[in-house]
């Protein structure tokens, strides 16, 4: 692998890390020699292991208790984080609020409160906000810096609509487009990655397997996502490899969707 790909002396901060695609992004950014900061929400034993996992790949790593929907803890972890390392490269927001991915016991549109749609875009938009308030004065000091959010292929395909969990990430996508422009003079870039469903995590556990034999014979390269398929476009979006795009919004799901 080419070295401009390796993230040796760079510091990654991903949220909710403890467990799934998460993980599996601090694991990948490890083992190409990267700084792993792993915040988790609640659950420190896995965020633990997350961390001795990283070290074994390579990478040198701690876990940090932060909810990315508080503004001021997300603030004292980011001024931690530039504290204990002396920068921080790249933040790649993964944290979701609890949400069930169950086809059969989904909502629908006229059950559903406007609670509800606040609740989710308040974890999707409103810890991306957070995290990127905090990380940016840290990113224009140095005039580089790296964002990545991670969104869903359902803002395009909304294959089960899951109302309020679709609308939010959509929203994400526009918060990502808005600071990738005011930031590109600054030398941040800021893009996002669209999974589709991703199997087995903690929030996909409920999915029945009718529904992702179904999934797997629209998709184009006839499977699901696993945690590591999300992690590769992460890494490349935030590596020199991508270093002139920025706005962007990359579909991780097996050519579900095609744009």
């Given amino acids: 692998m080419s070295a401009t790909m390796k993230f040796t002396g760079k510091v990654v ?37 997350v961390v001795a996992q990283c070290q074994a790949a390579g990478g040198d790593a701690w876990a940090v208790q932060a909810d990315v929907g508080s503004h ?10 530039v504290l204990e390392t002396g920068r921080l490269d790249v933040v790649v927001n993964n944290a979701l609020r609890a949400y069930a991915f169950d086809p059969r016991r989904r909502t ?4 559903l409160q406007w ?39 359902l803002v395009e395909h909304p294959v089960v609509p899951y ?8 929203a994400l996508v526009a918060f990502s487009r808005n600071l990738a422009a005011e930031l590109g003079p600054f030398g941040i870039r800021v893009n996002c990655v669209a999974p589709g469903l991703v199997y087995p995590t903690q929030a996909s556990g409920a999915t029945q397997e009718s529904f992702r ?17 999300v992690a590769g476009p992460v890494l490349f979006l935030a590596s020199e490899w991508s270093g002139f ?15």
């Fill in 13 to 49: 901060l991903v949220t909710g890390a403890s467990r799934g695609i998460g993980a599996e992004i601090a694991r990948a950014f490890a083992r190409e020699g990267a700084t792993v900061v792993v915040n988790y929400l609640s659950n420190a034993a896995a965020a633990q292991e």
């Fill in 72 to 81: 001021g803890a997300v603030r004292a972890m980011v001024d931690g984080i």
């Fill in 108 to 111: 629908a549109f006229d059950s």
């Fill in 115 to 153: 609670q509800d749609y606040q609740q989710q875009f308040d974890g999707a938009v409103g810890a991306a906000f957070n995290v990127c308030h905090a990380a940016l004065p840290h990113f224009k000091q140095r005039a580089q810096g790296c964002i990545v959010n991670i969104a869903t292929n």
């Fill in 163 to 170: 109302h309020d969990y679709t609308t939010a990430k959509a």
């Fill in 213 to 229: 034999e179904s999934l797997i014979a629209a998709t184009p390269l006839r499977r699901i996502a696993q945690p590591e398929d």
């Fill in 245 to 259: 795009m920025t706005g962007q919004v990359l579909f991780v799901d097996g050519g579900l969707v095609m744009r």
